[in-house]
């Protein structure tokens, strides 16, 4: 757990997967052999030559509030097009439970963005339904994102098996009258803040935390992997919108380095955090000391 003022921040993790380093377009094995003194074993696996992507939600609790951010792949989910998060079976709600947090008692769901990865969790099998799995959560979700995902929207021209997401993570959140549809740029609560950071997804929203002179910064998918870090131009093969995640990136970076923020990304291995210094023309990545 990290304490930023009178916050507390930790972390639920559902998996960790290996990414090919197919991810990054641009990787090669000279960029490997620059950073892997630093990149393994934690964010780079030497045997099977692989990456990492955690999959993780991240809590945010106030003295007031617990606040969930993203809510991981979920289980029991038909995901055709993302074998990666199909059918899942982990133990997550037991961990959830592990690290203090009750569904029924957390007040706040945000969503960075509406990935199969982010959002899977908003639901559970109740039988043959899916319910929400915070009753009592207001869920902050985008009007961007809602709109680009909806089936009978954005999302029509999509392929029917990527409409699952939507429909077993998302409908069921809108049809509850849980959703709390926001424009991206919104005090939530004294101390809680979105920033829009689109790119990676087209309505994707940061949360900026603070508290006692501290800052936090939850961003989401703007980087996979520190390696962007020093190489900020680097999307993933996920950014959906390329242009915008590097002109994204590269704001989130130099107002990390100016603030001395800590950053929390999605997808980090341990420490899953950091911060980001100027080093020469760039930037180079601190591990947070503090593990969430
Ligand atoms: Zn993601």
């Known amino acids: 757990m990290i304490k930023l003022g009178d916050f507390e921040i930790s972390r639920v993790e559902e998996v960790v997967l290996d990414e090919p380093t197919s991810l990054f377009t641009p990787w090669t094995e000279e960029v490997l052999a620059e950073h892997r003194h630093w990149m393994a074993p934690n964010f780079y696996n030497e045997d099977r030559q692989v990456l990492f992507s955690t999959i993780q939600t991240w809590i945010l609790k106030t003295p007031e509030r617990t606040i969930v951010i993203d809510t991981s792949g979920g289980n029991d989910k038909d995901r055709p097009l993302s074998p990666r998060f199909h059918k899942l079976a982990t133990d997550f709600p037991k961990k959830l439970r592990a690290a203090g947090v009750d569904p029924e008692t957390v007040d706040m769901v945000i969503l960075t963005h509406l990935h199969v990865d982010h959002v899977g969790w908003n639901t559970r099998l109740d039988g043959d339904n899916w ?84 800052e936090a910064l939850f961003i989401a998918d703007v980087m996979h992997s520190p390696i962007q870090i020093y190489h900020p131009d680097w999307n993933s093969k996920f950014c959906e919108n390329q242009d915008l995640a590097r002109e994204t990136r590269a704001k989130v970076l130099g107002y990390a380095a100016e603030t001395g923020a800590l950053i929390l990304p999605g997808h980090f291995g341990w420490p899953y955090c950091g911060y980001v210094r100027r080093a020469g023309d760039g930037y180079a990545f601190e591990p947070s000391p503090v593990v969430p």
């Open 131 to 214: 319910v929400p799995m915070f009753p009592k959560a207001d869920y902050v979700v985008s009007a961007t994102e809602l709109e680009v995902r909806d089936p009978k929207r954005g999302a029509a021209a999509r392929p029917p098996g990527s409409w699952n997401t939507y429909n077993d993570s998302v409908l069921p959140i809108l049809e509850a009258g849980l959703a709390r549809i926001v424009g991206g740029t919104e005090m939530l609560l004294p101390g809680v803040e979105l920033v829009p950071i689109p790119g990676h997804a087209p309505g994707q929203m940061g949360v900026k935390a603070r508290s006692g002179g501290q």
